[in-house]
T-cell receptor
């Protein structure tokens, strides 16, 4: 058990709908990362929040948004869903306090949640 | 084209054998990360390499970074069935624009099967 929790585990919805995925980081970790994994695209980095502020953006679509709340949990909002959004969505946390130009500091370990499997029908 | 190429795509080895997985970047590397994923499960962060020539170990798994070749190799010694899974490399390929951000990209993975 990594200590990172994600809810829900599975989500089935229809095209055009909006969903919210939730992530609770390990106690004390200030950084939360979101990733998308699909058969077509593989693993893709979406976004990184550090202590409530957006730190870096990856291949996140404009239809997607995220935020990190004062209690450090994070939510990923996916709207106007398309079939191609079906994927596993992982979040990870780390105690990252590294360089502003690096994803992780050299002493960090990232801890991944079990993922949310989103199916868009 | 793929920014991070992993080879081989899949590998079947006999238990006890050594093996190597490579990850080559088409861009300058500022950090190289290795992950493992059990089939249908979550990701496990194995290690991070930042400096050229750096070598790190995690149990029987060793990874090295060759900065000049923009390549990392992951070596497993005396493989065990517990090593089976998909190994992914990720890289920080940020071109420093002063924006204070970074860019992470990932390889397609190497599927490792270990036959008892």
């Amino acid at each position: 058990d990594s200590g990172v929790t994600q809810t829900p585990k599975h989500l089935i919805t229809a095209t055009g709908q909006r969903v919210t995925l939730r992530c609770s980081p390990r106690s004390g970790d200030l950084s939360v990362y979101w990733y998308q994994q699909s058969l077509d695209q593989g693993l893709q980095f979406l976004i990184h929040y550090y202590n409530g502020e957006e730190r870096a953006k990856g291949n996140i679509l404009e239809r997607f948004s995220a935020q990190q709340f004062p209690d450090l949990h994070s939510e990923l909002n996916l709207s106007s869903l398309e079939l191609g959004d079906s994927a596993l969505y992982f979040c990870a946390s780390s105690p990252w306090t590294g360089s502003p130009f690096s994803a992780y500091s050299s002493t960090d370990t990232q801890y991944f949640g079990p993922g949310t499997r989103l199916t868009v029908l | 084209s793929q920014e991070l190429e992993q080879s081989p795509q899949s590998l079947i080895v006999q238990e006890g054998k050594n093996l190597t997985i490579n990850c080559t970047s088409s861009k300058t590397l500022y950090g190289l990360y290795w992950y493992k994923q059990k089939y249908g499960e979550g990701l496990i962060f194995l290690m991070m390499l930042q400096k050229g020539g750096e070598e790190k170990s995690h149990e029987k798994i060793t990874a090295k970074l060759d900065e000049k070749k923009q390549q990392s190799s992951l070596h497993i010694t005396a493989s065990q069935p517990s090593h089976a899974g998909i190994y992914l490399c990720g890289a920080d390929i940020t071109s420093y624009s002063g924006a204070g951000s970074y860019q992470l990209t990932f390889g397609k993975g190497t599927k490792l099967s270990v036959i008892p």
